[in-house]
């Protein structure tokens, strides 16, 4: 378990499921700036960020070649990580092809599992949450391919301008890849989040748990102890999580 001690006045951030690109780069380019306006507004504050998926409607990296755009994104994040705040990516189903790039070129380290952090003795289980739980099944099957060594080698056999315009067209318009048929509250009972958050608590403790995938802004006490939380999106909610050291709140922004 990974710890991390806050200094005094600091505190912790959580967002995902940007979904930049989608559905064409000049319509997300609002979504983008107001993005970077948040980044710039917790910036003082922040004693880590953490970044749970799907920042990107699709991101494939070649050897030599990352997709073209994000410009602003991505500044605002190589400045923040060089001034010291610590970032934690973790890939979603849309950008799960990450390989380098992000450790290399702006200093945050990629995660493509869940993982358990201790954050001022307070424990969370965070990551983005495709394909966990009871259910999914659907994209289960479809993360063995897009994760198979064998059709990833293929697919960067593809030019970089043929490669990345299919994966776009298939991100916007493949229901089982955008989520779209999913992004509606299913009733606790049935959210395979909540069901897998309440499996794991069987066998540990976590105060909380943290995902994306869903697109809903959620809130829900798993036993009296712990808690689940989903965080929304920046396509309709503008949602992020924070963290003051003591109470994980849930909260929109406005600007």
Do not use: C
């Not at 997709?67 to 602003?72: A, E, I, L």
């Not at 010291?84 to 973790?90: A, H, L, R």
């Not at 969370?124 to 063995?144: A, Q, S, T, V, Y």
């Amino acid at each position: 378990m990974k710890t991390i001690e806050l200094l005094p006045g600091k505190k912790v951030y959580f967002s995902s499921d940007n979904h930049l690109g989608a559905p064409t780069m000049e319509h997300s380019l609002p979504r983008e700036r107001k993005f970077v306006a948040w980044l710039d507004e917790i910036k003082d504050d922040a004693g880590a960020i953490f970044l749970i998926g799907d920042l990107f409607d699709f991101w494939m990296e070649y050897k030599t070649v990352v997709p073209k755009g994000f410009t602003r994104t991505l500044g605002k994040l190589a400045e923040l990580s060089d001034t010291g705040i610590p970032i934690y990516f973790f890939v979603g189903n849309h950008d799960l092809w990450m390989n380098g790039y992000f450790e290399e070129e702006l200093g945050i380290p990629v995660f493509h599992k869940p993982q358990q952090f201790n954050i001022n003795g307070t424990t969370f289980f965070i990551g983005h949450g495709d394909g966990l739980g009871p259910d999914d099944k659907g994209f289960k099957r479809m993360k063995k391919v897009f994760t198979n060594p064998v059709a990833q080698w293929f697919f960067r056999w593809l030019h970089p301008d043929i490669g990345v315009r299919l994966a776009k067209h298939l991100s916007v318009s493949n229901k089982l890849i955008s989520g779209d048929d999913d992004a509606k509250f299913l009733g606790e009972e049935k959210e395979w989040l909540v069901l897998y958050a309440k499996r794991k608590l069987e066998t540990q403790h976590y105060d909380h748990f943290i995902f994306g995938h869903r697109h809903l802004p959620l809130e829900i006490d798993l036993n009296g102890k712990s808690k689940y939380t989903n965080l929304g999106d920046w396509v309709n909610y503008y949602t992020y999580a924070v963290f003051d050291g003591h109470i994980l709140s849930l909260e929109k922004f406005e600007a």
